[in-house]
C-alpha cells in the first residue's frame, strides 16, 4: 500500500522518485506527489494510504472495460493504435468477446474501489516474429493516479499471467515520441530490443521492448 499524498510505501521505506512534477519549493519529499497532491517536506505518513487492486476482467465486466479504454483513446490518443471513433462504435458483443478471448487477458487497476488503470495481454503476433512470447497492449494509467506505482502494479500482475501461460518473454511496442512511457517500461525491467518499425504512420517510429520471464 502506498501513500496517495506522497507515494511512499506505508513503512515510509520507499524512497520517492523525482519527475517532472517535483518542486524545488517543497524539495525531494513534495516532488514525490506527481503533481496530484503534494506535501511539505517531513510530513509523517500515518493513515493517508491507498490500495491498489489489480483484477482480471471477466466477460460480465465489459462495460467497465469499454468505460475504461474509451477514457484511455480520449486522454491519450497518440498512444494506441485504436481511435475513440474506432472503439465507440464497438459493440457489447464486440466487447465481451474481447473477455471471452481465453488466450488473452485484460487487467484493470482500481485504486480505493476506483478504477485507475488497465493493460492487456496476449499472444505476440507475427509483427514480433517471437512465438515464445506475450505481447503488453493498451497500457493506460489515469492521469490522476501517474506517478503512483499503478503501471507498476499493472505490469507485475502481467508478467505472473506471462509466466503462467509458459511465455518466455514479454513484449512491447512503444512509441518514440513517448519518453515518458519508455522510461516507466525501462524502469520496470524492459530493454529495447534494437527493433524498430513504423507500421502505419512513418512519422512515428516504434521500438520493440523486451523482458526476460
Ligand atoms: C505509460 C504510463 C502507463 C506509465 O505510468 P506512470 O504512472 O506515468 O509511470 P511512472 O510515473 O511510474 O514512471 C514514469 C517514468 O518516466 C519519467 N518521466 C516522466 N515524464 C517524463 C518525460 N517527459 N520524459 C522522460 N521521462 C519522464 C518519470 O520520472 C518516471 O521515471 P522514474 O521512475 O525512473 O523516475 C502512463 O504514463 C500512461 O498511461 N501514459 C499514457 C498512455 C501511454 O503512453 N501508454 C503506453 C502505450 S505504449
Same mark, same amino acid.
Given at each position: 500500500m502506498f501513500c496517495k499524498i506522497c507515494n511512499a510505501l506505508q513503512s515510509g521505506t520507499d524512497e520517492?522518485? $523525482? *519527475?517532472?512534477a517535483a518542486d524545488p519549493a517543497l524539495g525531494r519529499a513534495g516532488a514525490a506527489c506527481g503533481g496530484v497532491l503534494r506535501r511539505p517536506p517531513n510530513r509523517v505518513c500515518q493513515d493517508e494510504v491507498m490500495t491498489v487492486l489489480v483484477r482480471r476482467l471477466a466477460e460480465d465486466d465489459w462495460a467497465i472495460l469499454r468505460e475504461v479504454r474509451l477514457r &484511455?483513446?480520449?486522454? &491519450?490518443?497518440?498512444?494506441?493504435?485504436q481511435?475513440?471513433?474506432?472503439? $465507440? $462504435?464497438?459493440?457489447?458483443?464486440?466487447?465481451r468477446s474481447r473477455l471471452?478471448?481465453?488466450d488473452k487477458v485484460t487487467l484493470l487497476a482500481e485504486a480505493d474501489g476506483q478504477p485507475a488503470g488497465m493493460v492487456v495481454g496476449a499472444?505476440? *503476433?507475427?509483427?514480433?516474429?517471437?512465438?515464445?512470447?506475450?505481447?503488453?497492449?493498451s497500457m493506460w494509467v489515469d492521469p490522476s493516479? /501517474?506517478?503512483?506505482? $499503478?503501471?507498476?502494479e499493472l505490469t507485475t500482475e502481467l508478467i505472473a499471467w506471462? /509466466?503462467?501461460?509458459?511465455y518466455k518473454r514479454l513484449l512491447l511496442w512503444v512509441y518514440d515520441a513517448a519518453p515518458r512511457a519508455a522510461a516507466f517500461y525501462r524502469r520496470a525491467g524492459f530493454e529495447p530490443t534494437g527493433r524498430v518499425e513504423t507500421f502505419y504512420d512513418p512519422t512515428r517510429p516504434l521500438t520493440l521492448m523486451s523482458q526476460t520471464l
Open positions: 520517492p522518485d $523525482v *519527475g517532472p &484511455a483513446l480520449i486522454e &491519450a490518443p497518440g498512444s494506441f493504435y481511435t475513440y471513433d474506432g472503439a $465507440v $462504435v464497438l459493440t457489447e458483443e464486440d466487447w471471452r478471448s481465453t499472444p505476440a *503476433g507475427p509483427d514480433e516474429r517471437d512465438p515464445d512470447a506475450a505481447l503488453m497492449l493516479f /501517474r506517478g503512483q506505482r $499503478v503501471a507498476d506471462s /509466466r503462467e501461460q509458459q
